[in-house]
Each structure stands twice: as structure tokens, then as C-alpha cells.
């Protein structure tokens, strides 16, 4: 076998043309902030003393392999122009790591009272505690006295309270406090001339590298970062918003995965480059450039855009070539966090005349796989087709709530309404579920008084029809409102005059969404013989907030099919806690008239995203957007993939199941598999497909010589493969 070349004789070489520059060696377990720091026998120990002592253009700062650190590097000094100031690696073993997660086993706790444990922990705040490795606990901010069912949390004065049943570290398996709240693990401000390289960054909820300030001419490469943290528009991997602009900031061979966004930049910039870099399933985007200065060649980025169904892998940004498509598939060692659950459901029987015929086309498709499709019905305008809906329950199809009527809450208007009669005025009002009206100086006998609730006229059609048929009104039914909307989701009006001109009446969302929310429910429950309970309700158009949220819970509706995309703050992934009330809803008509390549490309990269985050799908579509040919293709891709298909119903109960994080709504769930593992295969296409980079940056995260197999290089931080066996020894 051939031994890849190593570090070592690199490192002296370049070690010996700066004769005149210093080295310094950082050891976090054998280290001592006392020593000199010139030898790895009287190396430093902490971050803290690096970032408080001043160093000299040409010195290099040497952290030793296998070791971590729970601080945030801040590099004190600047370089100079062909003689930058650089941060690198010695050692054997792992890159150096620097995270923001801090285990903390049996002897760290002690009992508070009750089942409140506490430990101390040395931090300004904190935002996020990870039990069992995988699930995110609930903060609360107000009492320890809060933490009352597993998962909760609270920190204050530098101790940490968690609810547990015995010791959190035997009753968990294992918690760690994540740190850096609101930080970044590396911090370059106002620095030019620096290198950093071969560092491997984790657990941050901000930021893995900081670039601000008047920082220019820097370099970092072969550096990871993984933030892991699952919430809100941060982590970045790597962040720039560097003033006056900058004109040379390079990333070289960097992996940016699991963050908000892999690599972002702001602010201006004219000389920015991207190159022989990754990134994986990003919650937004691999890299996302608002500067226009920066330029991104041979890169990798896939499955980033954890909330959508296409990924949106790079925006901004310019194109510098060789660059491998989006859907190339990664090949990584390990992406199988979690299991996929994915539904596929068909939305609007009963709406959509005729549609009872595309859904019996559909069925077996599903059957010839062993699967069953979710099927969503419209109760309102589905007397018609109870037979059909009988026959696919009966073949153990799911059966859903996706309304009563199909009425959006964000059209308000109903209907207008106008006296046309001689009286000298007229006047409505809306209240209790009664329309009145009074009419002045009239004939007599023209007032309104309708019971809203009575069948005659409890919707908007009929009681727009009744209306018309007392010859002194005039009433027109918005074009936006659906006419099965029940009349008793009116909002009230006090005294309206109608004479003079029409008035619009208006729909109360408080009153409309738990109104579309329980009749459905109860006329399914109704009309299905042996269906039971209506678990999963399946919002029209992805109508939901938070408000509408609680009502399908009050509705008793276990689970909800929810929003068409997740923004910033709410990215449903398992390990934060599933919002069962709004498990992300994700169209599939575009799939239409794509191969069975390109619907297999984009259904592996979904499937990759939920295993990676544990992010439940509900993908559906409606009538005639999808030919039979182009669903099985869809359930192919998602099966082939290693996707767990289920029916809502299925989906929602397995959630369902799940331990509470303190609310009606979220529910959590451990990982079923191993860590993410990035690092490339031989099926990789990242292998030998990168660019020669130069002496300077040709040793990967642990060491190995990006040419020992061949010439080209790979893209990222790992070259392949990465073996254990071929880690470096640099002293």
C-alpha cells in the first residue's frame, strides 16, 4: 500500500525559511499558561492565554491534535504582507477542536429538590442543553421551579437546573451544556495577514468563524464546521462582514455543514474566494453572498434548505466554474442520523369534482409497494362521494381533515349586503349567531332575522340565497369566499347601515378555523364506518400560525399537516422538538414532467435533510398534477433512499408517542442512528475533483497528504481516505 507523504517534513521546511519567527504550542490537558510556550514540553494550556499575548509577523501558533477547547479564539495580532501570522496543528491524532459543548457527567450533578438536579456551569448564558446526544431541551426563564418533565431547563448565576428522575447523566445517558450563546468560536477583528488552518469547530449557535472589523489578507483552510444547534437564522459556518471591504479572504478546502447558512458574507466585498469547499444540508443555504465580491470554484453543495423541497444551495456569489452540480450525490461515510419519515397525500376530494377518479388511479401504486396514501378530504362538499371515501378506508388508506369548507382566513370578506326597499333606512346586526335587521320608515314586515345555525341557512350560499329571496335585499357572495363556509363564522357588527351602499360582512378567523376545524372532524367521524378518530388535520394552502395551532389541539386533533415551508426560529426538526400541529407540508407538483433521474435526485436530497435533522415531511399534491408514472418514480426515489413512507395518521401517532417537551403541541425524539460522518467515500465525487491548491494548504484536517493517491484533490476538509492510520506526528 502506498503511505500518503505527512505534514512533518512540510512543516520544518517552512518552519526553517522563518528561522527568525517564533512557535508557540498550545496542550489543553498538559499545558500551563505559566511556561514560555516555545516547546511542546512547556506548551500553553488555555485559548485565553493565546488570545492575551501579542504576537510578531512569521510566528506560528501550534495547537495540539487530539485536544479540545471550550473557548473562543481571537487572534491578537496581524501579520504582514509575506509574512502572515499563522494558527495551526501539531500532534498526532484529531484536528484540534474547539466547541461550544460541554459534557457533564454523574459527579457534575447534584439534587436541588424534588427531581430538579443542578450542576454548575461557567457561562454568561445559556441558550440550548442536548440530552441523550440528540434531543434538545425545553429553556425556561423564569424559575427553576419550571422544570418539571424531562428535558426542561434553566440557567442562571452559572448553574444549571434540569428536570430529572435520579442522576440526569444515568436518567438521560448523557447532557451537555452548549456554551458559546450568542458567540463564535473563532474571532477575527480588524486582523489582516493571518493563516489559520487544520481546526475543527463544533456546537456553536452563532458563529464557527467571525470575520468583522478592518480584517483583510486571510486565509483559512482545511478547517470544519458543524453547528449542529437547530434553530434559528444562526449558526453561520463562516461569516464575513469585514469593513472598509475586503480584497483577499480565502476559504480553502472548509466543510460548512448542519449551520443556518455554510458560508455567509455581508456588507462589501471585492475579493472573496470559495474554493475546494463543501456544504451539507445547511438549514438555509450552503452559501449565501449579498457582498458581490465573492467568487466560488470546484465546490460541493448539497441538501442545504432544510424547510423547502428543491435545495437552495448557493445564492449570490459568482460562478468561478468546476463546480459539481447540487445533485451530485455526496457519498458521505454516514448521513443516516435519523429515520426519514416522510407522508405522501393527496389533497381536495370533495372540493375538486371529479377528483374521486384520480384518486382511485393512484391507489395501486401504493399497494404495489406495500405503502398506503394519505388522502385529505374536503367534508364540506364530500356527500357525494361517501362511497368512495368508505372504499379507501376500507383498503386501509388514510383518511384526513383538510377542512370543512376550504376557506382561506386570510380572505375575510363573506358576502355584501344591501337594503333595496323603500323604507328611509336600514341598519344590520351580527351577534350571537343571529343576523337582524332593522329597517325605518318601511312598509313593515321587511326585518331580517335568521338563526344562523339553522340548517335552512348555516352556510354562506344558502344564507346568501335566502337573503335574495326576500325581494327588499340584495346579497352577493365574495368571489374569495368558499359557500360552504358555515354561517355561524361571521363576524359581529353592531348597527351597519345597509341602505345607502352594500355592506361587506366579514369572516372572524376566530370563529371560521376551529368552526372548519370540528365540523370536518365530526362529519368524517360520521360518515366513515370504523374510522374512529380524525387525528391529523391538513391545513388548506398551509394556513397556520401558532393561534390555529392550539385549536386543532382543542379540536382534539393530534397531529397537524401545517405550514409549506419553515422560516427562521421554527425549523421542525425531531431533535428540537416536533411541532406535531404543524409538521411541514411541502407541494410536489413540480416534480411534473421531470425523468425518474431528476425526480430520483431531488427526492435523495429531501431524503438526506430528514436524516440528517430528523425533519418529518408531508409532501402532497392535488388533482391531475402528477401522472402515475411520475408517483411511482416519487415513491421509488423515497424508498430506494432509505425514507421510512408512512400515512399522516402513522406519522402523527409516532410523534404522538413521543416524550412532551412541556406544551401541547411539541414532542421530541432521540436520534436512531450514529453522528453525522462527512468524510468522503470512494463514491464521493468530491474525490480528485478539486484544484491544486499549493504546498502551503495540501494536508487535510488530520494531516494526510491530499496527492498520496493521484494528483487531484478533494473537495473539503478531509482528503480520502481519511484513516487513522495516516495521522501525522509534527514536532
Not at 229 to 236: F, Q, S, V
Not at 296 to 301: A, L, N
Not at 337 to 349: F, G
Request: charge should be negative.
Amino acid at each position: 500500500m502506498k503511505i500518503p507523504r505527512i505534514l512533518a517534513g512540510a512543516l520544518v521546511c517552512v518552519l526553517a525559511s522563518m528561522a527568525s519567527a517564533a512557535t508557540y504550542y498550545v496542550d489543553a490537558t498538559g499545558g500551563d499558561d505559566s511556561r514560555d510556550g516555545q516547546s511542546t514540553a512547556t506548551a500553553w494550556k488555555t485559548i485565553a492565554k493565546v488570545n492575551g499575548s501579542s504576537f510578531a509577523p512569521g510566528d506560528q501558533i501550534l495547537f495540539k491534535r487530539g485536544e479540545v477547547w471550550r473557548e473562543s479564539l481571537a487572534p491578537p495580532s496581524s501579520g504582514a504582507s509575506g509574512n502572515p501570522i499563522g494558527f495551526d496543528a501539531y500532534g498526532t491524532g484529531e484536528a484540534p477542536t474547539i466547541t461550544g459543548a460541554l459534557d457533564l457527567p454523574s459527579a457534575s450533578w447534584t439534587l436541588d429538590s424534588g427531581n430538579v438536579w443542578k450542576a454548575t456551569v461557567t457561562a454568561t448564558g445559556m441558550n440550548y442543553v442536548l440530552f441523550k446526544g440528540s434531543v434538545w431541551g425545553l429553556k425556561h426563564t423564569t424559575s427553576k421551579t419550571e422544570c418539571a418533565a424531562p428535558y426542561d431547563f434553566f440557567f442562571m448565576s452559572n448553574t444549571l437546573y434540569i428536570f430529572s428522575v435520579g442522576n440526569p447523566a444515568t436518567y438521560y445517558g448523557s447532557v451537555a451544556a452548549m456554551l458559546m450563546t450568542n458567540g463564535q468560536l473563532i474571532y477575527l477583528s480588524g486582523k489582516s495577514w493571518v493563516n489559520i488552518q487544520h481546526f475543527k469547530l463544533t456546537y456553536y449557535d452563532a458563529y464557527g468563524v467571525r470575520i468583522a472589523g478592518a480584517s483583510d489578507h486571510l486565509n483559512l483552510a482545511n478547517v470544519y464546521a458543524d453547528g449542529i444547534i437547530p434553530a434559528g437564522a444562526l449558526p453561520h459556518g463562516f461569516y464575513v462582514n469585514a469593513s472598509p471591504s475586503p480584497t483577499d479572504i480565502n476559504f480553502y478546502d472548509v466543510d460548512a455543514h448542519r449551520n443556518y447558512n455554510g458560508l455567509r458574507f455581508d456588507g462589501g466585498a471585492s475579493g472573496i474566494r470559495v474554493k475546494n469547499c463543501r456544504a451539507y444540508a445547511n438549514r438555509n443555504k450552503g452559501l449565501e453572498d449579498n457582498t458581490g465580491g465573492a467568487t466560488y470554484s470546484y465546490c460541493h453543495f448539497y441538501a442545504n434548505g432544510v424547510g423547502i423541497l428543491l435545495s437552495t444551495d448557493a445564492s449570490g456569489g459568482a460562478d468561478g466554474g468546476n463546480n459539481l452540480t447540487g445533485f451530485a450525490w455526496p457519498a458521505v461515510s454516514r448521513f443516516q442520523r435519523y429515520a426519514a419519515r416522510i407522508t405522501v397525500t393527496i389533497d381536495d376530494p370533495g372540493l375538486v369534482s371529479g377528483e374521486e377518479a384520480y384518486v382511485d388511479s393512484m391507489l395501486p401504486l401504493f399497494d404495489a409497494r406495500g405503502l398506503k396514501l394519505s388522502i385529505a378530504v374536503v367534508t364540506g362538499y364530500a356527500s357525494g362521494i361517501k362511497t368512495n371515501i368508505q372504499g379507501w378506508f376500507n383498503a386501509g388508506h388514510d383518511i384526513n381533515s383538510h377542512s370543512w369548507s376550504h376557506q382561506y382566513f386570510t380572505n375575510a370578506n363573506a358576502f355584501t349586503l344591501q337594503y333595496t326597499g323603500t323604507g328611509t333606512a336600514a341598519t344590520a346586526t351580527i351577534s350571537g349567531n343571529r343576523l337582524t335587521t332593522t329597517v325605518t320608515g318601511g312598509p313593515g314586515g321587511e326585518n331580517l332575522d335568521l338563526d344562523l345555525t339553522n340548517s335552512a341557512y348555516d352556510s354562506i350560499s344558502k344564507l346568501v340565497a335566502t337573503i335574495n329571496g326576500r325581494l327588499v335585499y340584495t346579497a352577493t357572495q365574495d368571489a374569495n369566499c368558499q359557500g360552504a363556509v358555515h354561517s355561524s363564522a361571521l363576524a359581529d357588527v353592531t348597527g351597519q347601515a345597509i341602505k345607502a351602499a352594500a355592506y361587506t360582512t366579514q369572516l372572524q378567523k376566530e370563529r371560521l378555523v376551529p368552526d372548519e376545524m370540528a365540523s370536518s372532524k365530526n362529519w368524517l367521524q360520521a360518515n366513515v364506518t370504523g374510522l374512529g378518530n380524525v387525528k391529523v388535520y391538513v391545513y388548506p394552502s398551509g394556513m397556520e400560525d401558532t393561534q390555529t395551532q392550539s385549536w386543532a389541539a382543542a379540536a382534539g386533533f393530534e397531529g397537524a399537516r401545517g405550514g409549506l415551508s419553515m422560516g427562521p426560529g421554527v425549523k421542525e426538526v425531531s431533535a428540537l422538538g416536533v411541532n406535531i400541529q404543524n409538521v411541514t407540508s411541502l407541494g410536489i407538483s413540480g416534480l411534473h414532467s421531470l425523468t425518474q433521474a431528476e425526480i430520483t435526485d431531488k427526492i435523495r436530497a429531501l431524503v438526506f435533510k430528514s436524516a440528517v435533522w430528523g425533519v418529518p415531511y408531508g409532501l402532497f399534491y392535488h388533482n391531475n398534477e402528477l401522472t402515475t408514472t411520475e408517483v411511482g418514480s416519487l415513491l421509488d426515489a423515497l424508498t430506494a433512499n432509505g425514507a421510512t413512507v408512512m400515512t399522516n395518521t402513522a406519522l402523527v401517532d409516532w410523534i404522538y408517542s413521543q416524550s412532551r417537551v412541556g406544551s401541547t403541541t411539541n414532542y421530541v425524539s432521540a436520534a436512531t442512528g450514529a453522528d453525522v460522518d462527512y468524510r468522503p467515500t470512494a463514491a464521493s465525487p468530491v474525490v480528485n475533483a478539486g484544484a491544486d491548491l499549493g504546498v502551503t494548504y495540501k494536508f487535510d484536517l488530520l494531516g494526510v497528504d491530499q496527492t498520496w493517491m493521484g494528483a487531484g484533490w478533494e473537495m473539503g476538509a478531509y482528503a480520502y481516505p481519511p484513516l487513522a492510520a495516516y495521522l501525522v506526528v509534527v514536532h
